[in-house]
């Protein structure tokens, strides 16, 4: 019964930010390793962020870094990925991912997908 809710998503202006949560339930959160994937229309699926478990390290892809923050709240099972000068190039749906337990944040193997939540940035 692993859940994990994402919500946040919505529709903002190129430059503008969003913050995206996901709520987790059902296993030992401060466990896991997660994770935040997107998916944009006919594109593959790509890796945004990642952060350790303790949410002591981080890591993003080139084309986010330095406009995105991933963060987790394990007091309150959620990660969040808080996301600023928002492009065009950004629309898509994005989805909170959970790693197996033990696994370091690098271990490409998923355990659990939320459903996702849509991003669009548009004039």
């Known amino acids: 019964q692993v859940q994990l809710v994402e919500t946040g998503g919505g529709l903002v202006q190129p430059g503008g930010s969003l913050r995206l949560s996901c709520a987790a339930s059902?296993?030992?959160?401060?466990?896991?390793?997660m994770k935040w994937y997107r998916q944009a229309p006919g594109k593959e699926r790509e890796l945004v962020a990642r952060?350790?478990?303790?949410?002591?390290?981080?890591s993003y892809a080139t084309f986010v870094k330095g406009r995105f923050t991933i963060s987790r709240d394990n007091a309150k099972n959620t990660v969040y990925l808080q996301m600023n000068s928002l492009k065009l190039e950004d629309t898509a749906v994005y989805s909170c991912v959970k790693g197996y337990s033990g696994a370091t944040m690098y271990d490409e193997r998923n355990d659990y997908w939320g459903q996702g939540t849509q991003v669009t940035v548009s004039s």
């Open positions: 059902g296993f030992a959160f401060s466990n896991c390793a």
């Open positions: 952060i350790s478990n303790s949410g002591t390290v981080t």
